[in-house]
């Protein structure tokens, strides 16, 4: 099992900058792509970034520009670094891990932390 803590959350001016961290501990054996994702009330999860072990990444249309996804490996920590922060970027944002084990792969989630950007 892994276990995924975000924090960095919080309410924020719109135009401000929110730095989302997520630290990984557990049964880590190698973690493939990590992701951030958001739920916004009333809307489905969707996915905001991810980034494989090698460093490639991609972006939702409605962050690029925005933000930046980054991770530590020797830290098993991602993070999202979000910039020109909007109201519509208001909702919890979910990490999500993915790893090999055995002859499977396994995604893991936290538990969340809300961003609240005010207008």
């Known amino acids: 099992q892994v276990q995924l803590v975000e924090s960095g959350g919080g309410v924020v001016q719109a135009g401000g900058s929110l730095r989302l961290p997520c630290a990984a501990s557990?049964?880590?054996?190698?973690?493939?792509?990590m992701s951030w994702y958001r739920q916004a009330p009333g809307k489905q999860r969707e996915l905001v970034a991810q980034i494989t072990s090698d460093g490639s990444t991609n972006y939702a249309d409605s962050v690029k520009g925005r933000s930046t996804i980054s991770r530590d490996n020797t830290k098993n920590t991602v993070y999202l670094q979000m910039n020109s922060l909007k109201p519509e970027d208001t909702a919890v944002y979910y990490c999500k891990a993915l790893q090999r084990e055995g002859w499977g792969y396994y995604d893991y989630w936290g538990q969340g932390t809300q961003v609240t950007v005010s207008s």
């Open positions: 557990g049964s880590i054996f190698k973690l493939n792509v």
